[in-house]
């Protein structure tokens, strides 16, 4: 049984979690689109009320993640391969600039964790840890994000990666990938600890042209 605590009593706050896993379910197939998301049933597993599941299935909804039929209540809809291609098409237009802006903001302290989190996946890289190198990959993008100091960027990029969980940890898996994300993280942070913000952001829109030709978006997600 999937229970979890919850740190203070703000409903807000629990629902948000429930949200969170939720989502996180969906976009790792393990809810399936068509599948049905029962209170009852959600409320039982994570031993929570049926407000919060309520609430986080709102939530859902307005993502675009589940869809409320008649009769049979939320119904997941989870990601499609259009969904996927779109996606990277915005990331091309737009995560250069959050490099960009990083390698003119990025603190000390945030440069250090950069750096740390390249050089594990250096480390990773030679042991073909698949698993490590997926939650690095995340961490690389979301240290750039915050470094960008702007909050939209941020959510939206952010938003991004947990909806191309699966596609970028099956990517991952590739022959060579691995090797090659880590050669490209390590040139785009080099530019951003020289503050070049012209290269950074050019390395980062060439990465992401990378990640989505090597991303089967036709495959079963």
């Known amino acids: 049984m999937e229970r979890f605590e919850i740190n203070g009593n703000s409903p807000s706050g629990l629902g948000a979690r429930v949200f969170e896993i939720l989502r996180s379910d969906i976009l790792d197939g393990k809810y399936k689109p068509g599948e049905s998301l029962v209170e009852a049933k959600l409320s039982e597993k994570l031993g929570v009320s049926r407000t919060p599941i309520r609430d986080a299935i709102r939530q859902l909804g307005a993502e675009g993640l589940v869809k409320i039929v008649p009769n049979r209540g939320a119904v997941v809809k989870g990601i499609t391969s259009k969904d996927i291609k779109d996606i990277y098409k915005i990331r091309m237009l737009i995560e250069g600039m959050a490099s960009r802006r990083a390698a003119e903001n990025i603190t000390p302290a945030e440069l250090d964790e950069l750096r740390e989190t390249v050089e594990l996946e250096g480390f990773y ?97």
């Not at 042209?209 to 079963?220: E, K, L, R, Y």
């Open 125 to 221: 890289t030679e042991r073909e840890d698949v698993e490590h190198l997926t939650r690095l990959d995340t961490k690389f993008h979301d240290i750039l994000f915050r470094a960008s100091n702007s909050q939209p960027l941020t959510h939206m990029l952010s938003t991004f990666h947990h909806y191309l969980q699966k596609a970028r940890s099956a990517s991952m898996s590739v022959p060579g990938r691995a090797l090659k994300v880590y050669g490209e993280h390590k040139a785009i942070f080099d530019a951003i600890e020289a503050r070049d913000p012209d290269k950074a952001e050019m390395l980062t829109t060439k990465h992401i042209t990378n990640a989505s030709m090597n991303i089967d978006s036709d495959a079963d997600i």
